[in-house]
């Protein structure tokens, strides 16, 4: 489970979820373009909610967290983020690429 933390909330996603989030993000910086992600997840106390997800440059902040909740079901967001993400000629594999292009 990971925390999404934006605009000062944290909400909890599955590391799946947490994982083609990043990626996707990173490809989005690198093309210079943005999107939106629609996805289920826990408030902190567990309540199920849904967060849109604006993609640009510098949108997500993602951190690893154990918590006894499970994973919401993004199985459509994360297929939709995939599909997304082949439809651009570009590949990005955040544990080894820089999407900005500079050294890390």
Avoid at 36 to 47: C, D, F, I, N, T
Avoid at 52 to 79: K, M, Q
């Amino acid at each position: 489970m990971n925390h999404l933390t934006m605009a000062e909330k944290s909400l909890l996603i599955g590391d799946t979820e947490a994982d083609r989030l990043v990626e996707y993000a990173a490809l989005i910086a690198r093309v210079g373009s943005a999107d939106h992600v629609r996805l289920k997840a826990l408030s902190p106390q567990g309540e199920a909610v849904v967060v849109d997800v604006l993609l640009n440059a510098g949108t997500v902040l993602v951190e690893t967290t154990r918590s006894e909740f499970s994973d919401p079901d993004n199985a459509e967001a994360i297929a939709t983020m995939r599909s997304r993400m082949a439809a651009y000629d570009v590949s990005v594999d955040f544990e080894t690429d820089n999407p900005f292009g500079t050294e890390a």
